[in-house]
């Protein structure tokens, strides 16, 4: 329940910017970043392997199924065969169906993951990953801003610069698409198979979709997303600022106007870009609230974000006793609610899939079921879900900035082990992170921060001069 009280004196002469450090900040973030992702190169070259499987192995002991799969993934340039056993071998849906249904003798098992654990190919589904990872952070920021003037709340105002800046922070994210847009337009098809000619050639179901799945459409609605979004968060973050200069409470109306819209494209960018970035990278399955799976995992990073960066903001002294505990409470209740959501609707997802039974759908969940990522799956279930679930349930909880920052912290790591359960299964058998993954993290988290400090550098972190503040400073929950 909320009320107010009477509101803390605010002076609006005090020093809200990082003071020149933000510029230095965004340095130091860069450079680690960047070393983050060299290292990660290094890592990649090391390891060697790739998806392509020797073909003179012998095949002459090995499950049907299994030889299959060696045979599709042995030359992507045209000799591996059409079929095998009269069943398209184009169609690895199935016959991964059948390879994760049986156990395999350990000897085979170890070939496939030292052939499927390194080179570009695990590179480019690590950094996919990675990518999917902060490209949630600022959307998780701009859905923040969008539904606030959407309801147009007087509370979050103290807060709302934070996430306009979290938003902002998409211009620079929207570059490191360029690893994944570029290999596609040139050809490759390491990381979406769709872009295969050979295999939509052979494979009817993705000679189908051709029309929405080729790389020049691709990279057009990927320019069509980024520029959705860059476009609104930047509108949003100027007019506020515009506002810390003129004191026009016009420029709040305005703002409150373009919302409704906004939110709506939001909706269907968020949508789409989880289709065909995230879901695309296994062709033949598909989910229809798959766009809100991946934007309600977005708004509990978004929020996880931003309650880390407002206690850090705090602790440093840039924003006073104008941000309370309530603010953080009911931040708190944001992520314990959006979190529960995210369970919703990814048990919506397995249980019609489950009850459903079609080949077409069940492929894609029995390779999360088998060979270790059933316990990948299980720490979700009760990492990502249960055990966040009670730990933020009580008032207590979220009204402790220790218990919040650790939280915050929780989520943030089981939204990127999401992101990993979800796309890694179709390029390795080995179902833990290893020192690629986190260096890529590692590394476009320090970029997403670069940008943020950056955008943070000149400016005052709270709207200093919006009409609602003093609604927001005199915030109380009851």
Same mark, same amino acid.
């Given at each position: 329940?909320?009320?107010?009280?009477?509101?803390?004196?605010?002076?609006?002469? +005090?020093? +809200?910017?990082?003071?020149?450090?933000?510029?230095?900040?965004?340095?130091?973030?860069?450079?680690?970043? &960047?070393?983050?992702?060299? !290292?990660?190169?290094? @890592?990649?070259?090391?390891?060697?392997?790739?998806?392509?499987?020797?073909?003179?192995?012998?095949?002459?002991?090995?499950?049907?199924?299994?030889? $299959? @799969?060696?045979?599709?993934?042995?030359? /992507?340039?045209?000799?591996?065969?059409?079929?095998?056993?009269?069943?398209?071998?184009?169609?690895?849906?199935? &016959?991964?169906?059948?390879l994760f249904s049986k156990e395999l003798p350990p000897h085979w098992d170890t070939f496939l993951q030292e052939k499927t654990g390194g080179g570009w190919q695990r590179?480019?589904?690590?950094?996919?990953?990675?990518?999917?990872?902060? *490209?949630?952070?600022? *959307?998780?920021?701009?859905?923040?801003?969008?539904?606030?003037?959407?309801?147009?709340?007087?509370?979050?105002?103290?807060?709302?610069?934070?996430?306009?800046? #979290?938003?902002?922070?998409?211009?620079?994210?929207?570059?490191?698409?360029?690893?994944?847009?570029?290999?596609? !337009?040139?050809?490759?098809?390491?990381?979406?198979?769709?872009?295969?000619?050979?295999?939509?050639?052979?494979?009817?179901?993705? +000679?189908?979709?051709?029309?929405?799945?080729?790389?020049?459409?691709?990279?057009?609605?990927?320019? !069509?997303?980024?520029?959705?979004?860059?476009?609104?968060?930047?509108?949003?973050?100027?007019?506020?600022?515009?506002?810390?200069?003129?004191?026009?409470?016009?420029?709040?109306?305005? #703002?409150?106007?373009?919302?409704?819209?906004?939110?709506?494209?939001?909706?269907?960018?968020?949508?789409?870009?989880?289709?065909?970035? #995230?879901?695309?990278?296994?062709?033949?399955?598909?989910?229809?609230?798959?766009?809100?799976?991946?934007?309600?995992?977005?708004?509990?990073? $978004?929020?996880?974000?931003?309650?880390?960066?407002?206690?850090?903001?705090? +602790?440093? $002294? @840039?924003?006073?006793?104008?941000?309370?505990i309530d603010h953080f409470h009911d931040l708190g209740k944001l992520l314990f609610g959006f979190n529960f959501f995210w369970g919703y609707i990814a048990f919506s997802?397995?249980? &019609?899939?489950?009850?459903?039974?079609?080949?077409?759908?069940?492929?894609?969940?029995?390779?999360? =079921?088998?060979?270790?990522?059933?316990?990948?799956?299980?720490?979700?279930?009760?990492?990502?879900?249960?055990?966040?679930?009670?730990?933020? #349930?009580?008032?207590?909880?979220?009204?402790?900035?220790?218990? !919040? *920052?650790?939280?915050?912290?929780?989520?943030?790591?089981?939204?990127?082990?999401?992101?990993?359960?979800? *796309?890694?299964? =179709?390029?390795?058998?080995?179902?833990?992170?290893?020192?690629?993954?986190?260096?890529?993290?590692?590394?476009?988290?320090?970029?997403?921060?670069?940008?943020?400090?950056?955008?943070?550098?000149? /400016?005052?972190?709270?709207?200093?001069?919006?009409?609602?503040?003093?609604?927001?400073?005199?915030?109380?929950?009851?």
């Amino acid at each position: 329940m909320a009320g107010h009280h009477s509101s803390p004196p605010f002076d609006l002469s +005090r020093d +809200r910017t990082l003071r020149g450090q933000g510029t230095a900040y965004a340095r130091t973030a860069a450079v680690v970043g &960047l070393v983050c992702l060299g !290292l990660a190169l290094v @890592v990649a070259a090391l390891t060697g392997g790739t998806a392509r499987i020797d073909q003179t192995f012998d095949l002459q002991h090995a499950p049907p199924a299994l030889v $299959g @799969v060696v045979q599709l993934l042995a030359d /992507k340039e045209g000799t591996a065969p059409e079929s095998y056993d009269g069943r398209p071998i184009a169609d690895i849906n199935k &016959l991964a169906h059948e390879l994760f249904s049986k156990e395999l003798p350990p000897h085979w098992d170890t070939f496939l993951q030292e052939k499927t654990g390194g080179g570009w190919q695990r590179f480019q589904a690590s950094y996919l990953v990675a990518f999917l990872f902060v *490209v949630s952070l600022s *959307v998780g920021g701009l859905f923040f801003i969008l539904i606030q003037h959407l309801a147009r709340a007087g509370w979050s105002v103290v807060l709302g610069r934070i996430a306009e800046i #979290m938003a902002a922070s998409i211009g620079l994210v929207s570059i490191l698409a360029l690893p994944i847009v570029l290999p596609l !337009l040139f050809g490759s098809h390491s990381l979406y198979e769709w872009n295969d000619p050979h295999l939509v050639e052979t494979d009817a179901l993705i +000679r189908h979709k051709r029309a929405w799945l080729n790389p020049t459409f691709f990279t057009i609605r990927a320019v !069509l997303y980024f520029g959705v979004w860059a476009l609104f968060s930047r509108f949003f973050l100027a007019r506020s600022r515009e506002q810390d200069e003129s004191g026009d409470p016009a420029l709040t109306s305005r #703002m409150q106007a373009v919302a409704p819209i906004g939110t709506l494209l939001f909706a269907g960018t968020v949508n789409f870009f989880a289709f065909d970035f #995230m879901m695309s990278v296994a062709p033949h399955w598909f989910s229809a609230i798959y766009g809100i799976y991946y934007f309600a995992a977005s708004v509990v990073g $978004g929020l996880a974000t931003m309650i880390l960066l407002c206690v850090w903001l705090k +602790r440093r $002294g @840039v924003i006073g006793s104008e941000m309370t505990i309530d603010h953080f409470h009911d931040l708190g209740k944001l992520l314990f609610g959006f979190n529960f959501f995210w369970g919703y609707i990814a048990f919506s997802q397995y249980v &019609l899939i489950w009850y459903a039974n079609i080949p077409e759908e069940t492929g894609w969940l029995i390779l999360r =079921q088998q060979n270790g990522w059933q316990w990948l799956s299980l720490t979700l279930l009760f990492g990502h879900l249960f055990i966040p679930f009670l730990g933020l #349930m009580s008032r207590r909880s979220r009204r402790s900035i220790p218990s !919040l *920052v650790f939280w915050a912290c929780w989520l943030l790591a089981m939204h990127w082990l999401d992101l990993y359960w979800n *796309v890694l299964p =179709q390029f390795s058998l080995r179902p833990w992170p290893g020192v690629l993954d986190l260096l890529l993290l590692a590394g476009l988290s320090s970029l997403f921060l670069a940008a943020f400090f950056r955008t943070a550098s000149s /400016k005052a972190l709270v709207a200093v001069r919006d009409p609602r503040l003093s609604e927001s400073l005199a915030f109380h929950n009851a």
